[in-house]
């Protein structure tokens, strides 16, 4: 049977014709899921993978807890935030005190782009600016003005000549003391080029784990110089935690370990373990300032399912302690891949953050080596582990399970990953 023939290739095909181009599959085999539970996902011939790469399923798929409250609360009633109701005050009120005081308003949306659509029309009208800061890699989603500071799009996404990329960290090749004062510089650099061209900045945003950068988390506080930049130049920062929140980071919120306190703060993907629910968190001043000017309606931002399913998300997190396993688990699995490292030159750098993990794929100058990552990832998958790669030159496998991994599946991946490194060193 040829692959068109097959049901998997049949498949494969039927969306290539519906969905079209900008649709990507993951592996040189794409896997057909039909079930998930806890870090694991089955396909359909009934293979077992282990997950360590979903953080939308964060507290581990097709969470009991959470999917009841999801089916209570929608065969209950299901509204928008019209109606005065319970549930949506109550989600906010639990959400809002695992911040620091100052960030005490939330704007529910249903997606990550969309909370980082409403940051940049919030900081629009509270700067009287539209300049907007990233760093070179960065990601924050697909509305046509988000896309537009997302430089990991490609060059099919232009940026707006009102956008600066400035150069990300790269914590493997910079100077670990340096890194800060360096990135601060250039962060300063660019705010003086855009008003040099008469354009006046309103936010930068900063994914606090620099995912598509190439997973920079850094040492702990290296972004406080860059905070101290846009301060003192009335610059809003915006910590994107689409990636970083929920506890990934071994903390609920990855701006914690650098001591920051941001103006703005977008969240997403592991807010509904599956569920579409997005949200702006900010100060009191600045988000009524934009409430005076600008009516705020989201149709789905905020339901009354939504609100539930947040609910239980965040009671889940605390009673099943996933922020601590998650700092817990995320040292083990550094430990046991760095002790991988030391046999394995390849593996240039082991670094994250709690259950985020970035491992440097280079060659024998220590040059970026997206070749050998894909590989790995190739070769991990055909052993039932699920990785992915990321960073300019997706050289950096991205390790990011749900946040019940434990220290056994740590050694499952430990293991698969140093057999996939043997087998394409026998290929090479
Ligand atoms: N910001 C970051 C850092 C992201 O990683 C993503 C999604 N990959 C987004 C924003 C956009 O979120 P969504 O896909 O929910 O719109």
């Known amino acids: 049977m040829n692959d068109e023939e097959s049901p998997a290739g049949d498949l494969e095909a039927r969306r290539g014709r519906v969905l079209g181009a900008s649709y990507r599959l993951f592996y040189d085999e794409p896997i057909q899921v039909v079930r998930g539970e806890d870090v694991y996902l089955w396909d359909a011939d009934g293979r077992r993978y282990l997950d360590a790469y979903n953080n939308v399923a964060s507290v581990g798929h097709s969470h009991g807890e959470v999917v009841s409250a999801l089916a209570e609360q929608a065969a209950v009633l299901n509204t928008h935030t019209r109606y005065l109701g319970a549930e949506v005050v109550e989600y906010a009120e639990d959400l809002i005190v695992t911040f620091p005081g100052s ?250 953050e709690g259950l985020f993990v970035g491992l440097e794929i280079v060659d024998a100058d220590g040059r970026a080596d997206g070749d050998r990552a894909g590989h790995l990832v190739n070769g991990l998958r055909h052993r039932g582990v699920l990785v992915n790669t990321t960073g300019p030159h997706a050289n950096v496998l991205k390790v990011r399970p749900p946040l019940t991994f434990s220290a056994a599946h740590a050694d499952v991946l430990a293991d698969a990953l140093e057999e996939a490194l043997l087998e394409d060193f026998k290929r090479s």
């Not at 009208?125 to 907007?132: A, D, I, S």
């Not at 309606?297 to 998300?313: C, E, H, I, L, M």
């Open 103 to 352: 960030l005490d308003r939330v704007v529910l949306t249903c997606t990550g782009s969309e909370a980082n659509d409403v940051a940049y029309r919030l900081a629009k009208v509270v700067t009287g600016g539209n300049g907007v800061l990233v760093t070179s890699n960065a990601y924050h989603g697909v509305t046509d003005a988000v896309a537009q500071f997302s430089p990991s799009l490609g060059p099919a996404v232009a940026p707006g000549p009102h956008v600066r990329a400035v150069r990300a960290p790269d914590t493997y090749r910079e100077s670990t003391d340096g890194i800060g004062q360096r990135f601060a510089a250039d962060v300063a650099t660019a705010i003086d080029d855009l008003r040099a061209h008469g354009l006046r900045p309103a936010a930068m945003f900063i994914d606090t784990v620099l995912s598509s950068d190439g997973v920079q988390t850094g040492k702990a506080g290296y972004l406080r110089p860059v905070q101290e930049v846009l301060q003192s130049a009335g610059v809003l920062l915006v910590a994107d935690e689409v990636q970083a929140g929920f506890g990934r980071t071994g903390h609920m919120w990855g701006f914690e370990r650098h001591g920051l306190e941001p103006d703005l703060v977008t969240l997403g993907k592991p807010m509904g373990n599956g569920h579409p629910i997005g949200g702006l968190v900010g100060r009191s001043e600045l988000m009524d300032e934009f409430g005076r000017t600008a009516r705020y309606f989201n149709t789905y931002g905020g339901n009354t399912v939504s609100a539930a399913v947040g609910r239980a998300v965040l009671r889940v997190i605390r009673r099943q302690g996933l922020v601590d396993n998650s700092a817990a688990v995320g040292t083990y699995l550094r430990s046991r891949l760095r002790d991988l490292q030391s046999r394995q030159p390849v593996i240039g750098q082991v670094r994250g």
